[in-house]
Structure formats: C-alpha cells, structure tokens
C-alpha cells in the first residue's frame, strides 16, 4: 500500500486560484495513476482529475475540465491540482488517491478503481 498525504487546502474568494498537494511514499510512485476527487457535506464522493503513469491523458470531469489541472512530479513523489477560476460549488473536502493501474497509459476514473486514498484536505470557496 502507499500512503497519501494532501496539503494546501484553506479558504479563498470565488474566482480565486488554489493549489493542493499530495505526496506518496511507502511505493515505487511512478507505479501509480493518480487521482483527485472531493466530497461535499451530505454529498457523494465524486471524481474530480485523474492522471496515469505516463503523466499523458489527463482526465477531468465536466464540471472542472478547463479550470482545473492535474500533474505529477515523479521525482518528488507529488502530484498536484492546480484549481483556478474557483467557484463556491467547488467548496468541499479533497482526495488524493492511487491505483497500480493495468497499463502505462491508462487514465482510470471511477471511485472503485482507486485502493489507496489520503485523509484530504479542506478547500473553501466563498461568493
């Protein structure tokens, strides 16, 4: 198993920018594709960005897609979500989490192909 930690979390203004961190150890971090997915009070957990070995293909749900960016420094164990142009639906708890997935290149998506998850990290956004 590899252990997550995220950081960077805090409050700022709708149209402000964030960026949250999560670092691996305890696995070879390179082995894994990444994700990102956040989970608001009284919500499901949803899928934010996810990001596969290759650092190719990165993939973002709709609500997301062009104002978020997902990346991974491998020599640093880190990957990363650049959040810009924020907006208070996007106040919620964030995820890290991790998979061995079947292929270099292959960007996995879903909630259950995650095994591995950090604690999050809070992200507020007020109007």
């Known amino acids: 198993q590899v252990q997550l930690v995220e950081s960077g979390g805090g409050l700022v203004q709708a149209g402000g920018s964030l960026r949250v961190s999560c670092v691996a150890s305890?696995?070879?971090?390179?082995?894994?594709?990444m994700g990102w997915f956040r989970q608001a009070p009284g919500k499901e957990r949803e899928f934010v960005a996810a990001i596969s070995r290759s650092g190719l293909s990165p993939y973002y749900a709709d609500s997301v897609n062009s104002r978020f960016t997902i990346s991974r420094d491998n020599a640093k164990n880190t990957v990363y979500l650049q959040m810009n142009s924020l907006k208070p639906e996007d106040t919620a708890v964030y995820y890290c989490a991790a998979t061995p997935p079947p292929s270099y290149y292959y960007t996995p998506r879903k909630l259950a192909d995650f095994g591995s998850w950090g604690q999050g990290t809070q992200v507020t956004v007020s109007s």
């Open positions: 305890g696995r070879t971090f390179s082995s894994y594709a």
